[in-house]
């Protein structure tokens, strides 16, 4: 990021490359619906590159590029109120590229998966999805969201366990 502050835009290309997979899963995971889902994702890269001149060194780039999105969402969701994500309802083109060879096991297993992460409650789901999708550690999470660890680490914990009982239980 510090070389796209001083111009370098293959430098941008190379973060876009690294992070639009997890952002997108992220941000699509965390909406309704895909179209929602691709204007928040291209609203976020904008706000990239609309900071570039501003941006400074205070965490890894990911932290603060999560810390954008999850503001961008708290926006939408006080627009719309607190919605769930419905992945079994969403497009299922966008997440064909994400599955793996489905087989009907596989299918059954991550319909379970999608449904037990839409019933959690928001908070939770955000925290499981910015370490999942994210990659990021729980004070890289508590950072980009303003929670604090023991937050974080609760949210994550409870999540974990609300999936695993969703997945044993299936």
Do not use: C, N
């Amino acid at each position: 990021m510090l070389a796209y502050r001083q111009g370098d835009v293959r430098a941008f290309e190379t973060l876009y490359g690294r992070h639009k997979g997890p952002l997108y899963r992220f941000v699509l995971r965390s909406v309704r619906e895909r179209g929602q889902a691709e204007e928040l994702y291209q609203e976020i890269w904008m706000r990239v590159i609309e900071a570039r001149g501003r941006y400074t060194v205070q965490a890894k780039f990911s932290t603060w590029l999560y810390a954008i999105a999850h503001h961008r969402l708290v926006d939408h969701w006080r627009r719309r109120g607190l919605q769930l994500v419905d992945l079994e309802g969403a497009d299922t083109a966008a997440h064909r590229a994400y599955e793996p060879e489905p087989r009907a096991a596989g299918r059954e297993d991550l319909q379970r998966l999608a449904a037990a992460l839409a019933a959690l409650p928001e908070l939770q789901r955000e925290t499981f999805l910015l370490h999942e999708e994210g990659g990021m550690t729980l004070a890289e999470i508590a950072a980009a969201t303003g929670s604090t660890g023991d937050a974080v680490k609760s949210r994550l914990r409870y999540a974990l366990a609300r999936l695993r009982k969703a997945m044993d239980d299936g």
